[in-house]
């Protein structure tokens, strides 16, 4: 099982619309978890970390845990144009942070 | 605020030249790190450090030098580029750990001929 797994889409969604993006991760004992986006030719920029089970929500952006299930998502609601990105889940495994390959998501007009 | 600074933005070079990335951060952040990302693997740790005069291999450390004399400064060398090192490399740095937020430089996109 790969250490932190995403679809890599595309993942098209109407604008105005709630766009979900997924992930899962393989170690159980992972602490902190991170969202990250990325435009076409820029770096990554984080948009949401989260520690505890549950939703955290900044904006129009909801992170939620699950780490009974090892599963963490993105949501973001009222999708806009600018929000077509790679979206990269990150997980702290053994001090380090470990990415997975990222969710194309492409906003709709 | 000039933030994380990477130079150059865009490096070509040919096989078995020695080249430097250099990386800058204005924070004071005690962590830099450098990642390549390419298609169909993502972000990969190359090598990171924890304070000035720190440093510790990441996931693909093979082909690559780093130091860390100065704490906002964190070059990376590749001591005999070759192909395979063709790629985009990023530097980041982070406050408070090996495990938590990281912020990222603009990248150096590198061909190797």
């Given at each position: 099982q790969k250490e932190v797994e995403q679809n890599s889409g595309p993942l098209s969604v109407p604008e105005g619309a709630i766009a979900s993006l997924n992930c899962t991760y393989s170690d159980r004992v992972s602490q902190s978890f991170f969202w990250y986006r990325q435009y076409s030719g820029k770096s990554p920029e984080l948009i949401m970390s989260i520690y505890s089970n549950g939703d955290k929500e900044d904006g129009r952006f909801t992170a939620q845990l699950n780490k009974a299930s090892q599963y963490v998502s993105l949501l973001i609601r009222d999708s806009q144009p600018s929000d077509s990105a790679t979206y990269l889940c990150a997980v702290n495994r053994d001090d380090k942070i470990i990415f997975g390959k990222g969710t194309r998501l492409h906003i709709l007009p | 605020d000039a933030g994380i600074t990477q130079s150059p933005r865009y490096k070509i070079t040919e096989t078995g030249?020695?080249?430097?990335?250099?990386?800058?951060?204005?924070?004071?952040?005690?962590?830099?790190?450098?990642?390549?990302?390419?298609?169909?693997?993502?972000?990969?740790?190359?090598?990171?450090s924890?304070?000035?005069?720190?440093?510790?291999?990441?996931?693909?450390?093979?082909?690559?030098?780093?130091?860390?004399?100065?704490?906002?400064?964190?070059?990376?060398?590749?001591?005999?580029?070759?192909?395979?090192?063709?790629?985009?490399?990023?530097?980041?740095?982070?406050?408070?750990?090996?495990?938590?937020?990281?912020?990222?430089?603009?990248?150096?996109?590198?061909t190797v001929l």
């Open positions: - | 030249r020695q080249v430097t990335l250099m990386c800058h951060q204005t924070w004071s952040h005690s962590y830099m790190f450098w990642y390549r990302q390419d298609l169909g693997h993502g972000l990969r740790l190359i090598y990171y924890a304070a000035a005069d720190i440093t510790d291999k990441g996931e693909v450390p093979d082909g690559y030098v780093v130091s860390r004399s100065k704490t906002e400064n964190f070059p990376l060398t590749l001591e005999s580029a070759t192909r395979s090192q063709t790629s985009v490399y990023f530097c980041a740095s982070s406050a408070s750990g090996l495990d938590n937020e990281q912020f990222f430089g603009p990248g150096t996109r590198l």
